[in-house]
């Protein structure tokens, strides 16, 4: 008999939930976008309670979607937008703050004067695989402590917990029954030991959080606690949990070490499985904790693009060059070839593996017969070129990514991903189920309750829809490269 799983994919501007037959088909899913909240320039924040909403409503309407009821649903496994903190009243469960999301950049002033001292950054890198930056979080956790009246001393009396989305999640789902996290998730907060896989007692007192607020750290499958029966009707055990870029590296099958994902949604994220042992990046990438399985750590090295989608979005609604993201493929089919323009698209800075906050974006190389056509293009090749950046990055490392599996929205444009096969100069292959997030939960709860018998399962359900082979000379790339690397020394300010 089929045995059905459920899968939760909390992310940045929308929910998730998504009922998977245990072949890997997808046989409902649900949607729904809540409010971003921009308070201040570079602060970004979510109502707890809205993501709650989010999901339940998602949670209910994926059964309208389908024949299938609560029983027919063996196991439940969550996936989540990462580093965004929430903290919350353990009595009443009422947060104290809004949710501060990962794009925040309001603790920068922190970060800086920590920075002074070399020897603790060099500690946080070393224990933690992170730069110290406020995208994790860490800082973030600290500035409500400081913030919120009465917080501080509230999070000392053991009143407060912390929890990135997954454990806010779980801890509502289970009706304030379960406090837990997992690897992939604590290794983004900057408080965790990813070599110990433990919290790090000199990184909480360098960031006054007491260790009473936080989650016990899980395995990625495991046990965490049951969906209370009051909200659908029957308990379901949660038993898959991992941040959302980890999860897609589940989701892709990348088992082996140098298999490498890349996820183009609104940001891009590119992980390279390095096996056994952390790499430690010379080039300012991220060394974080790909999975972990019966005990077991498979780290990752992460580069991460603020701008991929998002530059789309900003051909469409700031420039208002295009209707909608899927008509930039015809329009790139247009372009003249070699035009010599580049967009680099740091609207907000550039992430990896330049990490310059200061730096903004320009667009370079233009002539009287540059039509939108050029412009599109551009902005589509700029996508390719900063993932270019983190391959040539990782290779610096020692770890060439040896397959490159694609998904998220952009994934889907055809003209890009033939241009990124030119410019990495190597195979890019997407698969034909592209909810590679939600398939990674989805699996890892399925593991733990005994569907899946091991990784291999996966490894023999991911199917390649398209591969997309390099056409370009390797002078022809090597001279598309230098041209963009001279625009983005243009704009570097650090
Ligand atoms: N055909 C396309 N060509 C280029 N970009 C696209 C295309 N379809 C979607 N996108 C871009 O992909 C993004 C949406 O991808 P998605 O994976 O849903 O993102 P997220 O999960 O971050 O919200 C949008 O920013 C959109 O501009
Ligand atoms: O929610 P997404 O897909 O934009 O992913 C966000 C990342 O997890 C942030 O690190």
């Known amino acids: 008999m089929t045995q059905y799983i459920l899968a939760i994919d909390q992310g940045t501007t929308s929910s998730r939930s998504i009922i998977f037959a245990d072949d890997g088909r997808i046989v409902a899913m649900a949607q729904r976008e809540f409010s971003q909240h921009y308070p201040q320039d570079g602060w970004v924040e979510h109502q707890p309670q809205a993501i709650w909403d989010s999901v339940v409503s998602t949670l209910h309407e994926v059964f309208d979607a389908c024949d299938l009821t609560v029983d027919d649903i063996a ?25 501060i999301v990962w794009q925040d950049r309001r603790t920068a002033g922190t970060c800086r004067a920590l920075a002074e001292d070399a020897e603790l950054v060099d500690y946080i890198t070393r224990t933690t695989g992170l730069l110290l930056d406020p995208y994790f979080s860490a800082t973030k956790v600290n500035w409500i402590l400081d913030n919120v009246e009465g917080a501080r001393a509230r999070a000392a009396a053991g009143d407060l917990l912390f929890g990135t989305i997954d454990t806010y999640l779980i801890w509502r789902l289970t009706g304030g029954q379960s406090h837990k996290t997992d690897a ?102 991220l060394t974080t904790v790909g999975y972990r399985l019966n005990g077991k750590v498979t780290y990752a090295l992460e580069g991460s693009i603020f701008m991929a989608g998002a530059t789309i979005q900003w051909l469409r609604d700031g420039l208002k060059l295009i209707d909608n993201a899927a008509e930039t493929e015809a329009l790139a089919k247009r372009a003249r070839e070699d035009n010599g323009i580049f967009m680099v698209p ?119 829809d398209s591969v997309f082979t390099p056409r370009l000379t390797k002078s022809q790339r090597d001279t598309a490269y230098e041209g963009w690397k001279a625009a983005v020394a243009r704009i570097r300010c650090s």
């Open 75 to 99: 196991t439940l496994g969550i996936t989540n937008q990462r580093e965004t903190t929430v903290v919350w009243d353990k009595h009443t469960g009422q947060e104290v703050y809004p949710a």
């Open 184 to 285: 992939t998730n604590a290794s983004r907060t900057m408080l965790f030991n990813i070599h110990t896989q433990q919290w790090d007692s000199r990184l909480l007192e360098t960031f006054a959080i007491p260790p009473a607020m936080l989650p016990d750290v899980m395995d990625c499958a495991a046990e965490f606690g049951d969906v209370s029966s009051d909200l659908l009707g029957k308990r379901i055990p949660i038993q898959g949990v991992a941040g959302d870029q980890q999860a897609a590296l589940v989701g892709q099958a990348c088992f082996e070490k140098g298999m490498a994902k890349s996820t183009y949604g609104t940001g891009c994220f590119m992980i390279l499985n390095t096996g056994d042992e952390p790499l430690v990046s010379k080039n300012r990438l």
């Open 346 to 464: 740091a609207f907000t800075g550039l992430g990896a593996p330049y990490w310059d906050p200061d730096a903004r974006g320009a667009i370079l190389g233009l002539t009287r017969d540059t039509g939108i056509s050029e412009i599109v293009a551009a902005g589509l090749q700029s996508v390719c070129y900063q993932t270019k950046d983190l391959q040539k990055a990782m290779e610096s490392d020692g770890a060439r990514p040896v397959t490159l599996r694609v998904d998220g929205g952009m994934a889907k444009n055809d003209w890009v991903m033939g241009f990124l096969a030119d410019i990495l100069g190597a195979e890019v292959k997407r698969p034909t189920i592209t909810e590679t997030t939600a398939v990674g939960a989805a699996f890892l709860a399925g593991l733990q309750h005994g569907i899946f018998t091991g990784v291999d399962t996966l490894t023999h359900c991911w199917q390649c």
